[in-house]
């Protein structure tokens, strides 16, 4: 059983450099599977690749969401550095995927990708989790009481002590 946390608690500072990448894809023409398919089954093969070593610079298990026809991998990299060197060595399983995916697929509209990239620092990320295991950014850096970051979004993120807008738990 997952361990929640009770009460209200923030990830610890230690963001800077850390990376959040959110990758995925939307299956624009259900009933062509043969496109679609290939570029389905090719994520959980990067993501057994990259959850094997370490050294590659994925520092948390990956989340899955689903929403109707699109799917979205989140996850936290150690460094832009270590997320560009593994998406362009040819050795690993993504550059052949998305070599395929230019070659079969390209600009058909049968299935879409996408990625976005977002540098982390100390400085421009918030968090909160209320009653959660430790989750999201918090797993990859800690978690610790909001109390000790502060209690309001504004306190934590900007240093700007400001009474929180409904009491703290």
């Known amino acids: 059983m997952v361990q929640v946390n009770k009460g ?8 800077d450099g850390k990376v959040l990448f959110l990758i995925g894809m939307r299956i624009n023409s259900v009933l062509k599977v043969w496109k679609w ?9 990067m993501i057994s690749e990259l959850m094997k ?15 109707g026809r699109t799917l979205l991998v989140w996850q936290y990299w150690e460094s832009f550095e270590k ?12 550059l052949p995927a998305w070599r395929a995916f230019n070659r079969r697929i390209r600009d058909n509209g049968s299935v879409g990708i996408y990625h976005e990239t977002v540098l982390l620092s100390d ?7 209320g009653n ?7 797993g990859v850096t800690g978690a610790v009481p909001a ?8 306190t934590r993120l900007r240093g700007q002590d400001v009474p929180p807008a409904v009491d703290p738990y």
């Open 147 to 154: 109390g000790r970051r502060g209690q309001a979004a504004r």
């Open 83 to 94: 997320l560009e060197a593994y998406s362009r060595d040819s050795d690993r399983a993504h």
């Open 53 to 67: 070593d370490p050294e590659l610079g994925l520092v948390s298990r990956p989340r899955l969401f689903l929403s």
């Open 37 to 45: 398919l290939p570029v389905f089954v090719a994520m959980p093969r």
């Open 132 to 138: 959660m295991p430790t989750f999201g950014l918090a």
């Open 8 to 15: 209200r608690f923030t990830a610890d500072t230690g963001a």
């Open 123 to 129: 400085a421009s990320v918030e968090t909160v989790y």
